[in-house]
């Protein structure tokens, strides 16, 4: 038997027999030629088995970081493997940004754009919307290279791991800035379905924190960059936190960016939790779902009619927004979008009836989920036909393919 893992959340038991760590990408392709079947593995942050195999699993962590930043053409260009968290602090050091980051600053750029991983914010797309270029090592070890504006480009970047092993990106850099972070506390519910919009559209980027269990909303935390208003004094009834918060309001806020209003490097700031600490390990399970913006208010109240279900399951439940995009597999595909986060209690038994009940009462929204979290089932997607016909050609003998992508992509 070879080496077992698991994922960062310990849910998942990874059935590889055999694990590999190149450390260049002739190795990568090596791999691939003499695999059957093979799947890539970046930080393992997903909750579910899309990175599992029988077989032959790659590790991208060991590939060489090499982050070359090219500021005439604006791009930086980076190993599949690098953190969000290390890629930001080196071009921050250069006087260069990204346009936005995930909740956690640990996650890998591969893995992270493969499932269309997001921060939040009206005007801002998820993290694969900044890549410019991917290198894939696809089925038979070849090594292929799509630039945007390529006529497969658009199915190559959410991609779920179902087209090859991404070993390079190149994604769009502008420069450095400033944000500051400010928390609200108990935002009356009926607010929140008055003024969504507004307070959607309050910040650069926006998350709300809820436990679905009340007449308020628990925070409100908005992040601002320099150059945008100031932050007002109340927030349509919601006040200023009196100190540091964490969205689980029992915790210790130590782990989390600095908040009151304190300006800061980008990356220290648009990311809820600090790169140097790990924000829980072994403790949650998560899922998402992403219905269209417009229905936002009438989906906050389905949420609610299952909430006897939805919350003994529930630590806390988070809401952002993401603009759309035309990445074929993208859950944000032609569709501004609102997500409707949870973040569970490692309970199975519980998780499920809330998974089902979620599903159940967001089936009117078309909901689509989140690639790497807890979800059932999966709906179709417009371009799914085109994206059967791009693996096909990349990855003629299936090696790329496990359960989880026969499942949900090409048998949907």
């Known amino acids: 038997m070879g080496e077992r893992l698991r994922n960062w959340a310990g849910n998942i038991e990874f059935g590889a027999a055999r694990v590999h760590r190149p450390s260049s990408v002739e190795q990568v392709q090596e791999v691939v030629a003499g695999a059957e079947r093979v799947r890539a593995l970046g930080t393992g942050h997903s909750f579910n088995a899309i990175a599992d195999t029988p077989a032959d699993l790659v590790s991208v962590a060991g590939l060489p970081a090499d982050i070359r930043i090219d500021g005439d053409a604006r791009t930086v260009s980076v190993a599949g493997g690098v953190r969000y968290g290390e890629l ?14 995930g909740s956690l600053p640990h996650i890998s750029v591969a893995g992270a754009v493969a499932t269309g991983t997001h921060g939040s914010g009206v005007g801002l797309g998820n993290l694969a919307t900044a890549i410019s270029a991917v290198d894939i090592v696809s089925g038979g070890g070849e090594l292929v290279s799509l630039r945007r504006g390529d ?3 658009d199915g190559a970047v959410v991609a779920l791991g179902a ?3 991404v070993v390079r990106v190149a994604l769009d850099i502008e420069p450095s800035y400033r944000v500051s972070q400010h928390v609200y506390e108990r935002l009356p519910r009926a607010e929140l379905d008055a003024h969504w919009k507004e307070i959607a559209a309050a910040g650069y980027s926006v998350s709300l924190f809820t436990g679905w269990h009340g007449d308020t909303v628990d ?7 320099d150059e945008d208003a100031a932050a007002p004094a109340e ?3 919601a006040v200023p936190a009196s100190g540091k918060r964490h969205p689980i309001a029992v915790m210790s806020p130590e782990h989390c960016t600095e908040q ?3 300006p800061g490097p980008w990356h220290e700031r648009l990311p809820h939790f600090k790169l140097e600490f790990t924000p829980s390990s072994g403790e949650e399970l998560q899922t998402e779902y992403f219905v269209a913006r417009a229905d936002a208010v009438a989906a906050f109240a389905a949420v609610e ?5 939805v919350v003994p399951a529930l630590q806390i439940s988070e809401v952002r927004t993401i603009a759309a995009d035309r990445l074929w597999l993208s859950p944000h595909y032609e569709r501004d979008s609102v997500a409707l986060h949870f973040t569970w209690v490692p309970n199975d038994d519980l998780v499920l009836r809330a998974v089902d009940a979620l599903e159940e009462v967001l089936a009117p929204f078309a909901p689509r989920p989140h690639w790497g979290k807890v979800f059932r089932s999966a709906p179709g997607y417009p371009r799914g ?6 693996a096909a050609r990349l990855d003629p003998a299936g090696t790329f393919r496990n359960a989880f992508v026969e499942r949900h992509v090409f048998a949907a």
């Open 88 to 101: 930001a602090r080196r071009l921050d050091a250069e006087g260069y940004a990204l346009h936005n980051l």
């Open 219 to 225: 925070q409100v935390w908005i992040k601002r960059r």
């Open 163 to 165: 087209l090859g092993i």
């Open 235 to 237: 927030l349509f009834g």
């Open 385 to 390: 036909g085109d994206f059967a016909a791009l």
């Open 151 to 153: 006529a497969d480009f």
């Open 260 to 262: 009151g209003g304190v």
């Open 305 to 309: 009619r299952v909430r006897d279900v």
